[in-house]
């Protein structure tokens, strides 16, 4: 039998990895909300969603208030029933932020569920396109790091034969990050990708400027350079610069990846599991996104995002961020320049729980 007989939520605290810093923002902890539902042939299902430092208790309250209880007594195969009957039962905060995170948790729980039922892993489960895809890093380019610092790391991305690394840009004048970039590129030659960020920081007129300075450095994209609600805004950057405009990490729902599409505000889609709502809605965006002829290069959660972007034909990098190596027995494995996907049962993460306890705040 599938009927869901328990589902609890937990919220623990994950001191970050390493100091990660951009325009806006500071990685203060991983804030996971870990939720495990359990069905009447015993078997159990691990599901997570996360913040980056602020939120983390409210999302558990929605869990534990209003959403966990409607699982009970349902079947545990019926994923996208049980999706929409959620989404449904919070239709007056939605679309949002806390209740997305919250749907993700339960989500790639009743994933972890069906491929652990079905005897496969979920790259496999969620479409089996291919086992690896190529890795960016993104723990080399932080903005607090100096310019040493990311002509050291992308140096040793690129003799590790990774596809490319990220670098924050944001400072207050673009003439500095035009410089780091520089740097960077005239180290690594034409072949590395170099992508950058700028996490929403720059106003209309800043991010044209900003654009300008970079061009001449071939950066591989321009992420997030705008608020991400200015849609109209990254479809006039995008026609106003050759580099490929890159969003989704801040977005919550299909439709607004649809807008995105339709408009040409988007050149790649970096569509977030957690924050879109689970793997249901991620490969609902993946393939929208394939229709368009656009690739997805999901947003940190490497763990989780490997076996997504090797699902799909147009999953093109997965983002070094490592996050969860304290809580885990695995970690990504990547040879030679490509992550490769959990070929185990699940969703692929195999959760130490008394690392977790010991991190639980809530
Ligand atoms: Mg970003």
Not at 82 to 95: G, I
């Amino acid at each position: 039998m599938t009927t869901i007989t328990t589902a609890a939520a937990l919220l623990a605290d994950i001191a970050v990895e390493a100091d990660r810093t951009d325009a806006v923002q500071a990685f203060v902890k991983q804030e996971t909300i870990l939720v495990e539902i359990v069905t009447t042939d015993g078997l159990r299902g691990t599901g997570y969603s996360y913040t980056i430092g602020t939120g983390g208790s409210s999302v558990l309250a929605l869990l534990n208030d209003h959403l966990l209880p409607l699982l009970v007594g349902e079947d545990a195969r019926n994923v996208e029933a049980l999706w929409q009957r959620l989404f449904s039962a919070t239709r007056a905060t939605t679309t949002g932020a806390i209740t997305s995170l919250a749907l993700a948790a339960v989500d790639t729980a009743l994933w972890d569920l069906r491929c652990r039922r079905a005897g496969e892993p979920l790259w496999r489960l969620a479409g089996g396109y291919r086992r690896q895809v190529p890795v960016y890093d993104t723990e080399g380019g932080w903005l607090h790091l100096t310019t040493d610092d990311l002509v050291k790391s992308a140096l040793a991305a690129q003799k590790a034969g990774w596809a490319g690394v990220k670098i924050k840009v944001g400072k207050p004048n673009p003439a500095e990050d035009a410089e780091r970039l520089r740097a960077v590129r005239e180290a690594v030659g034409a072949s590395l990708h170099i992508m950058t960020d700028a996490n929403q920081s720059q106003s209309a007129s800043s991010a044209l400027r900003l654009a300008r300075a970079l061009e001449p450095y071939d950066p591989y994209w321009l992420e997030e350079p705008l608020p991400a609600d200015d849609l109209s805004g990254h479809a006039r950057l995008a026609t106003a610069t050759c580099i490929p405009i890159a969003v989704g990490e801040s977005m919550y729902s299909l439709t607004q990846f649809r807008t995105y599409l339709e408009s040409g505000a988007a050149s790649v889609v970096q569509v977030d599991a957690a924050r879109v709502g689970g793997i249901t809605p991620w490969l609902k965006v993946a393939h929208l996104a394939e229709s368009h002829n656009v690739q997805v290069c999901p947003h940190f959660l490497m763990e989780l995002h490997v076996s997504l972007a090797a699902a799909v034909p147009n999953g093109a990098f997965v983002e070094y961020i490592p996050q969860l190596r304290a809580v885990t027995r695995t970690e990504l494995a990547v040879h030679h320049g490509m992550a490769v996907a959990p070929d185990t049962p699940g969703i692929g993460i195999d959760w130490d729980m008394d690392a977790i306890d010991n991190r639980r705040v809530a």
